[in-house]
Antibody, heavy 119, light 106 residues
Framework: EVQLVESGGGLIQPGGSLRLSCAAS????????MGWVRQAPGKGLEWVSV???????YYADSVKGRFTISRDNFENTLYLQMNSLRVEDTAFYYC?????????????WGLGTLVTVSS | VLTQSPATLSVSPGERATLSCRAS??????LAWYQHKPGQAPRLLIH???TRANGVPLRFTGSGSGTEFSLTISRLQSEDFAVYYC??????????FGQGTRLDIK
C-alpha cells in the first residue's frame, strides 16, 4: 500500500522559510512523477511544483525562484523548500504521486500539511 | 484552462448529479476527476476521462473527450457530497485543475 505523509508546515512570518517533507512508503520517490499541490483558504487546488523521475522539475509561476523541489532517494522522501514566503502562500500543501500503473495520473495523495504565513 | 460548471450544485440524496468540465483546447482523453472533502486527501475517481480508479463505486461515471467532459454520479449517497475537480494531464507540464464544483445536499 502506498502512503505519503507530509510534515513541516507551521506558522511563519512573511519573508521566512520552511521546508516541507513527504515521506513515502510503498513506492520509490525516484521512480515516479511526484509533486506538491496546495489549497489556499476558500480556494481550489493549485499545482505548485513537480519533479520527474529523471530529475526535471517544474514550478508554478507564482513560486518560481522562491520554492525548490527535491528528493532524497535514500530516505525515500520528497521535499519542498519554500523561501521568501508571502501571505498568499498560506495553504494546505499536499504531496502527490503518479500512479504506478497509469503514467501522469496522480493517484496517491497525502493528508496535507498547513502552512500559515502571517505576521 | 479547464472550466467547471456549475460552481455549486444542490442535489437530494438518491438523485443524480452531472458535473461538467470544459477544456480550452483539445486534451484528448487525458482528464481525471477528483473528489475532495475537508481534512482529507484528494481522491482519484476517474482517469482517462472514463476509467474508474480502483475501488470507485459504479455510480460514478466519467465521459467525454476532446474539450467536453462530464462526471455523473447516480443515486447520490451522503458520502458523495464534496468538492469535485477535473484535472488534465495532456502536454505536461503544466497541468491545471478546474476551479471545482461543490456538490451540496439539497
Amino acid at each position: 500500500e502506498v502512503q505519503l505523509v507530509e510534515s513541516g508546515g507551521g506558522l511563519i512570518q512573511p519573508g521566512g522559510s520552511l521546508r516541507l517533507s513527504c515521506a513515502a512508503s510503498g513506492l520509490s520517490v525516484s521512480g515516479y512523477l511526484m509533486g506538491w499541490v496546495r489549497q489556499a483558504p476558500g480556494k481550489g487546488l493549485e499545482w505548485v511544483s513537480v519533479i520527474y523521475s529523471g530529475g526535471n522539475t517544474y514550478y508554478a509561476d507564482s513560486v518560481k525562484g522562491r520554492f525548490t523541489i527535491s528528493r532524497d532517494n535514500f530516505e525515500n522522501t520528497l521535499y519542498l523548500q519554500m523561501n521568501s514566503l508571502r501571505v498568499e502562500d498560506t495553504a494546505f500543501y499536499y504531496c502527490a504521486s503518479e500512479s504506478r500503473s497509469f503514467p501522469l495520473v496522480f493517484d496517491y495523495w497525502g493528508l496535507g500539511t498547513l502552512v500559515t504565513v502571517s505576521s | 484552462v479547464l472550466t467547471q460548471s456549475p460552481a455549486t450544485l444542490s442535489v437530494s440524496p438518491g438523485e443524480r448529479a452531472t458535473l461538467s468540465c470544459r477544456a480550452s483546447q483539445n486534451i484528448n482523453s487525458n482528464l481525471a476527476w477528483y473528489q475532495h472533502k475537508p481534512g482529507q486527501a484528494p481522491r482519484l475517481l476517474i482517469h482517462g476521462a472514463s476509467t474508474r480508479a480502483n475501488g470507485v463505486p459504479l455510480r460514478f461515471t466519467g465521459s467525454g473527450s476532446g474539450t467536453e467532459f462530464s462526471l455523473t454520479i447516480s443515486r447520490l449517497q451522503s458520502e458523495d457530497f464534496a468538492v469535485y475537480y477535473c484535472l488534465h494531464y495532456n502536454d505536461w507540464p503544466p497541468s491545471t485543475f478546474g476551479q471545482g464544483t461543490r456538490l451540496d445536499i439539497k
